[in-house]
Nanobody
Framework: VQLQASGGGLVQAGGSLRLSCAAPGSTLDYYVIGWFRQAPGKEREGVSCISSSGASTYYADSVKGRFTISRDNAENTVYLQMNTLKPEDTAVYYC?????????????????????WGKGTLVTVSS
């Protein structure tokens, strides 16, 4: 499955952005989707994850209460709503996927279980 992340841009601190992850030509219904980010000079960080049904989600502590992951299987898209953005949220954001309708989101799945990766979208938060 080929993933496409979009929706990045430049926003002031305190602002919001919504990222989208789509897979043209494929269906995401059976995939767990994760969002990751990588800032310059830093390691990639798992931000959030959602199971194929949407019932299981995971958030990194750094984004809890500010970011919300959701999916619209009819639209074949997974979203990451990012509110109250901070300069330290500046990074390239990627979405990734692993197949499995019974998989639950977890830190371990995010860091060791993703099989498919898309190109990223840049989010820049100015202070």
């Amino acid at each position: 499955v080929q993933l496409q992340a979009s929706g990045g841009g430049l926003v002031q601190a305190g602002g919001s952005l919504r990222l989208s992850c789509a897979a043209p030509g494929s269906t995401l219904d059976y995939y767990v989707i994760g969002w990751f980010r990588q800032a310059p000079g830093k390691e990639r960080e798992g931000v959030s994850c959602i199971s194929s049904s949407g019932a299981s989600t995971y958030y990194a502590d750094s984004v809890k209460g500010r970011f919300t992951i959701s999916r619209d299987n009819a639209e074949n898209t997974v979203y990451l709503q990012m509110n109250t953005l901070k300069p330290e949220d500046t990074a390239v954001y990627y979405c990734a996927a692993v197949q499995g309708t019974l998989r639950q989101c977890s830190w371990h799945l995010m860091y060791y279980g993703m099989d498919y990766w898309g190109k990223g979208t840049l989010v820049t938060v100015s202070s």
